[in-house]
């Protein structure tokens, strides 16, 4: 698989490639091969599709705990994903990373984080190099609806916007940050924040694809002609868990009705339904075969070797003491 | 009798705090739920203004924290994650720490900042498994360690009673643990003294939080060779000095098997503490993480970088063959 | 001296007061009376005193490290308060914490903060815990124009806003951050950060105290009707250097021409236009006498005891292990 | 021959390293200025893209630091208040030194801190004059204080160089120090590579930043009664415990002279460490900071909570009347 482009079918590959992609992990996590867990991006496909349909290769993007989708749809390969996913050294990360930290230097992917909001400054730096190097690469960081309530990323907005860096802020509204609604969380309007930089900023159907690429376009286009961010905030609701923990727990903060409801606006169905019936059934097969191999290609990777747990620590090369050594 | 889990113990030295001081509150992220478990059910007996659902705020709400505290409140604020206290470390160490001198002992600070979950839950990978307890130390900030489920009701229970800041890290690998204790035994357990879990002749092992059971365990292995007494200290800082000289006066030799990084941990304090005041017949020894660990995320990797028992056995083994025999 | 009042003739005290507390306060900065040097408020009084002739005694406020003028305002004796600048046992804080740390908690001054922007969480914790205990008490936060791209300013921005609390922002633009101007720091307008978090955001003329007054008073009933809180941004400019250092160093950042058009608009002239000749005379006697009785006061003061270095570290009255004991 | 200053040495560093590679620029506050004189004149001879002034956002700015450095450049961060690394330690400790181990090698984050005065500037007070060294040493952050001119040139040189991100902590003990050096002599030094000032055969000093100029004071001053040898690790983490071990090796006593708190500084490091590893004739010591400390503002205070060259000269002369004789 490469990154999403922006045709119909592309579209339509990347979201049915996340979908499945995210199932076929949980089943993981159910079996234990995953361990740890996973932040499902089940829901919110449209976004990382439309966003990275409208980038090119050497755009680099910014992640979250909830990264699988931004990972696949800036064209990481899905077996590598996969397998850091469950530990493997064939993973990207060698294993080493795990669902919140999958990278892929190569790919412009500069990684998924598991500190909420800490990705914008890393996406303004990498926006700064760019330009600073001549290229009118831009950068994309992804974060929710929570992340607009750290400090971090209101500073980001402001360097951003303070020096026209060609950053697009991309914020996926799903409604809550793990339990809390975003009602209760943000004062005024996630838009409202980023107009507050002066950085153009707008609410789009973060179910939809399309709507999401154009957004998309529009505020890469303004980047890279060097007239500075913008801010985009996609609408969409978490089909599945905050993280598959919750799976087991028994938590109450969404009401069946209101889950039941969120689900009707499925990023899939929306996308599918452009599509005739034959093609996508071939697009399904081709996610699905893809897929098979990827499994496959995970779980026979090798487990890392214990004795190089401490492995690529420092750059340097600096070997740190052992902790038992005496 | 029921079998208390440790989790339990901290949900109920909160609602017991909680009914019994008024100035007491809660607050964190997804505290009304619950999600960590230890603030479940609070939020429907006491109501929304004594457990306050924070956005992801986390240096605002622990600033604010010190205000209430300022003001007469009793906060007790949750992390989900020991990284968090990294983003609040100017929060915490550079105010709340320092307004009682910097006012002249005008002003004091009794905030409580529990972490539920500290060091490595397997599978979380290096931003979320972070033992953090020796940064606190050092800088001076009450920092306890509960290793059971009794002292974790015990400590937290005095640390919402203290005057002063005070963290208290509730270890991953120690909320599993259960004790055959009758509520109405809980009881305040004073910082700063520590407890002798096991008895014995020939070497202390300093043990912290959950590395307690696992040093009755390697303690109980090794019974018919050595005679090992296992030293839970419970306050990191301040650390129960005399406690220590007690024991290692009986003993004569030291290991100290803490879950933080070798360098400048608490291990380092331990030994040179020691090398200062005690006599000892061998030369100490630390079990702990390597220098500047980063905990990776693959299982096999992520416990080849902690201390576990077979270097705690070898360590006493060693400790035991060298030096002066007593 | 008490809280500035709102009188023509209170607000012209006040500034008065101000002005030549920071002179008086210079000259013993370069005597060596005063070891560490200021940053003097000079040129931003109207501020101060605006303010505080809106509160009643029992609000409180915090400040910065510009912040003589706001405790002088809000009612701490100026002796003790250059006391306190001289580093004596008499001052405020007992010599404890200097310029940037004057707090009088009795007079509702929970204290300068040496940090910009950490003193707006406090405040917003402090103004929950009035509503909390049922009084309808207002917190003030003071900060200058470069706090508002802290992060942890407007992570308090929302968390007052979402909670409506009695908070009054007030911003102190004086045109730079040390030597950066606030143009080339501040994306968008300062009170478009109010805004965007929902809160009634007003620019005023930061030199007039009547102004500054109006504007505070509206800003306090609302707060006082439990309708939230205000941001005021007050533009002034700085008539002194960003700290007596910059006396001795040769830095060029502002123009000499700014500077001199920027001190026309003068608040001790501006008020004092108020004012009959022979009032003015008269406040002004009185200000002298009571600042000759100040540095009288300070001087006489007795030096702390070196062996009460660390009074008051841990209010709960631990004593910590000394540096060179062994 | 020219007397280099510490501070002109610092300066003189970073113009060679910007002028070497075009990777390296200097991103801070007021650095355009040159408020802390380190910076002074850079931004001339650089221009503004290599000398950059961001507003006071220092998460931000140090995230984009990070996401500059992922990008192929060498950021420089200066701070200008040691305590300012708390607002960051999120951003240093949690996301730079990360990175690579994360990222299983893919990236590295060559980034380096500098702050200009750390430790106690007498008239700071609490919040301005920590000295939290050994706080990145724990994390495992590479660390160094340099403590002459010839060495804060080198030190800062590599740690430009180095691919990982360092602490470079200039002690405001240290700014004034001046040395007899060429320009031309001026070379890189190594990290965690120690440097014998004097050497000494009855005892080993360790001393750390400005406290090796007060240890050769010492030094001098003891000479008819001891021979003192004085070890500057100058790189606090890694350490350089080859170099100790030779010096001890020679002298069999130890005393470590650190202006960090005792509790986990690097203090106890250095007597862990000699604990496990060497054969000491009398039990070593430490003169540090007390525990916990919080700088009192009073010139007096503030200099009784300092490492002093009394206390070491007392340390020194204990360590020596004890023990077994060599
Ligand atoms: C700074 C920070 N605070 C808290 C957490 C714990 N946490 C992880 S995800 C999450 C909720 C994030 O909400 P949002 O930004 O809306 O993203 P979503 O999970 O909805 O995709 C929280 C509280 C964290 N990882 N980082
Ligand atoms: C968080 C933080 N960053 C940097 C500093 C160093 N510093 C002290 S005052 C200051 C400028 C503050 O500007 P502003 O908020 O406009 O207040 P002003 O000095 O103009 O009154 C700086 C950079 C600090 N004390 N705290
Ligand atoms: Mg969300
Ligand atoms: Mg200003």
């Known amino acids: 698989?490469?990154?999403?482009?922006?045709?119909?079918?592309?579209?339509?590959?990347?979201?049915?490639?996340?979908?499945?992609?995210?199932?076929?992990?949980?089943?993981?996590?159910?079996?234990?091969?995953?361990?740890?867990?996973?932040?499902?991006?089940?829901?919110?496909?449209?976004?990382?599709?439309?966003?990275?349909?409208?980038?090119?290769?050497?755009?680099?993007?910014?992640?979250?705990?909830?990264?699988?989708?931004?990972?696949?749809?800036?064209?990481a390969d899905p077996a590598r994903v996969l397998a850091e996913l469950a530990g493997r050294d064939t993973g990207l990360n060698r294993g080493r990373g795990g669902s919140m930290h999958a990278a892929d230097f190569a790919m412009g992917i500069l990684g998924a984080n598991a500190i909420v909001g800490a990705n914008a400054p890393i996406t303004v730096g990498a926006a700064w190099a760019a330009r600073h190097s001549g290229s009118d690469r831009v950068a994309v960081s992804f974060f929710g609806d929570g992340a607009v309530n750290q400090g971090v990323l209101l500073e980001?907005?402001?360097?951003?916007?303070?020096?026209?860096?060609?950053?697009?802020?991309?914020?996926?509204?799903?409604?809550?940050?793990?339990?809390?609604?975003?009602?209760?969380?943000?004062?005024?309007?996630?838009?409202?924040?980023?107009?507050?930089?002066?950085?153009?900023?707008?609410?789009?159907?973060?179910?939809?694809?399309?709507?999401?690429?154009?957004?998309?376009?529009?505020?890469?286009?303004?980047?890279?002609?060097?007239?500075?961010?913008?801010?985009?905030e996609c609408l969409a609701y978490r089909f599945d868990a905050h993280h598959t923990w919750e799976h087991r727990a028994r938590m109450r903060y969404r009401s069946d009705e209101e889950v039941h409801s969120g689900r009707l606006r499925d990023p899939v169905t929306i996308q599918g339904a452009r599509l005739a019936d034959a093609e996508r059934e071939r697009v399904d097969a081709e996610v699905e075969s893809t897929l098979d191999e990827a499994v496959a290609f995970a779980l026979a990777g090798p487990h890392p070797d214990p004795g190089g747990a401490l492995d690529h620590l420092y750059a340097s090369g600096l070997r740190p003491r052992q902790g038992g050594d005496h | 009798m029921p079998r208390l889990s440790y989790l339990k113990a901290l949900n109920r030295a909160l609602a017991d705090e909680l009914a019994r001081d008024p100035a007491v509150f809660v607050l964190g992220e997804d505290v009304r739920v619950g999600v960590s478990y230890v603030t479940a059910g609070l939020a429907g007996k006491f109501g929304p203004e004594r457990v306050v659902d924070a956005p992801l705020s986390e240096q605002a709400f622990t600033g604010f924290a010190t205000g209430a505290a300022l003001s007469g409140l009793r906060p007790v604020v949750e992390f989900q994650v020991p990284s968090l206290l990294f983003l609040v470390f100017e929060q915490i160490v550079n105010q709340a720490h320092k307004f009682s001198l910097m006012t002249g002992g005008q002003a004091c600070v009794p905030v409580t900042y529990l972490v539920t979950g500290s060091g490595s839950r397997t599978g979380w990978a290096g931003q979320h498994s972070d033992h953090p307890y020796s940064l606190f130390a050092h800088a001076g900030v009450k920092t306890v360690v509960p290793a059971t489920p009794a002292d974790a009701y015990g400590l937290l229970a005095t640390a919402i009673r203290d005057d002063d800041p005070v963290v208290v890290f509730a270890p991953a690998g120690a909320l599993g643990v259960r004790d055959d204790v009758e509520y109405a035994d809980l009881v305040a357990v004073p910082l700063g003294v520590g407890r002798v879990h096991r008895p014995g002749t020939q070497v202390t092992v300093v043990a912290i939080g959950h590395l307690v059971q696992d040093a009755l365990a390697v303690a109980d292995e090794l019974a018919a060779d050595v005679s090992v007494e296992v030293f839970d200290p419970r306050t990191v800082y301040p650390f129960d000095w005399d406690g220590l000289a007690a024991s290692v006066g009986k003993t004569g030799r030291l290991v100290v098997f803490d879950d933080s990084n070798r360098m400048c941990g608490i291990g380092a304090e331990v030994l040179a503490t020691a090398a200062e005041r005690f006599d000892l017949h061998a030369p100490p020894a630390r079990v702990c993480r390597p220098d500047g660990t980063v905990v990776p995320f693959a299982p096999a990797l992520d416990r080849a970088v902690r201390p576990d028992r077979d270097g705690l056995a070898t360590a006493i083994l060693k400790v035991l063959n060298n030096g002066r025999r007593p």
Not at chain 1, 225 to 230: L, N, Y
């Open chain 1, 1 to 75: 698989m490469a990154r999403a482009t922006d045709t119909r079918v592309g579209l339509y590959r990347t979201v049915r490639l996340i979908r499945r992609f995210e199932q076929r992990a949980v089943d993981l996590v159910d079996t234990g091969d995953i361990v740890g867990g996973i932040h499902p991006y089940t829901g919110q496909e449209a976004i990382a599709a439309g966003v990275c349909a409208a980038l090119r290769d050497d755009d680099v993007i910014t992640s979250t705990h909830r990264g699988h989708g931004h990972v696949l749809a800036k064209g």
């Open chain 1, 156 to 232: 980001s907005l402001n360097l951003a916007a303070l020096w026209r860096l060609p950053v697009l802020f991309v914020c996926e509204n799903n409604g809550y940050a793990t339990t809390l609604p975003v009602g209760e969380a943000v004062a005024g309007t996630i838009t409202g924040r980023g107009e507050a930089f002066g950085i153009p900023s707008v609410t789009v159907d973060g179910a939809d694809p399309v709507a999401v690429l154009t957004a998309a376009r529009t505020a890469v286009r303004r980047a890279r002609a060097g007239d500075g961010p913008s801010l985009i």
